[in-house]
């Protein structure tokens, strides 16, 4: 009888750390990711009422985090030549931030405009780019109330891992925040696109 109790014991032992190591691999999606950046990232989602479903066949990396790119989560698709960084701002966040580069903004619902001007600053020195008001059918598909994106060359650096393209994403909800996603790429061709789409309904504002 004792020996039946202890392979009982060993067997849900061995279970339960199957169920721990599974559970621990579908947070950090192949252990890339350090739990604090994790955790972070979540912690400024919840500011500002943004849900994230990770999507699938991406896998994390390290966000990068200076003082011009400050990034709190990033994502790649393996051998895909693609990869994803987000960023998260709350309203005040962001008005200090305009405030600290003396950027005045007359219009506090045209903040994101600003702060994704911003940081294109650091990826391009170039002008002379695509920019496009985001419709309000694809606003109400985040529960946004403004945004738009950017598509651009950027210039060579090692931050970016030499990818030559950026395509930038900024949604807004009124008074609550910004969320930036920034897909990079080295040939922006259909396969770019269908890259993205496959991300494309990761992040939503909610009701």
């Known amino acids: 009888m004792r020996l039946i109790t202890v392979k009982v014991n060993l067997f849900l032992l061995t279970l339960m750390l199957l169920l721990a190591g599974s559970a621990l691999a ?3 999606h192949n252990g ?8 972070n990232f979540n912690t400024s989602l919840a500011q500002i009422d943004l849900t994230f479903n990770f999507p699938e066949g991406f896998k994390e990396i390290k966000a990068p985090n200076t003082d011009s790119y400050q990034f709190d989560y990033a994502m ?19 008005e200090k931030l305009l405030t600290d580069k003396n950027i005045r903004v007359s219009n506090p619902d045209s903040l994101f405009v600003n702060v994704a001007q911003d ?4 990826f391009t020195s170039e002008k002379d780019y695509s920019k496009r008001t985001l419709p309000q059918y694809i606003l109400d598909r985040y529960n946004a ?5 950017y598509l651009m060359s950027i210039d060579d650096s090692p931050i970016t891992r030499h990818y030559k393209y950026a395509f930038v994403t900024v949604l807004q909800k009124n008074s609550v ?6 897909c990079f790429t080295n040939d922006k061709g259909p396969e770019f ?10 992040l939503k504002f909610k009701e």
């Not at 030549?81 to 960023?87: G, L, P, Q, S």
């Not at 940081?119 to 650091?122: A, E, G, V």
């Not at 925040?177 to 920034?182: L, S």
């Open 76 to 94: 790649m698709l393996p051998d895909a030549d693609f990869e994803i960084w987000f960023r998260v701002n709350t309203q005040k966040e962001n």
């Open 193 to 202: 696109f269908k890259n993205m789409n496959s991300a494309a309904s990761c």
């Open 119 to 122: 940081q294109i600053t650091s």
């Open 32 to 39: 890339i990711v350090t739990q604090s950046q994790l955790k």
């Open 145 to 149: 109330d403004a945004g738009c994106t």
């Open 26 to 28: 579908q947070t950090n």
């Open 177 to 182: 925040g910004t969320v930036m996603a920034i």
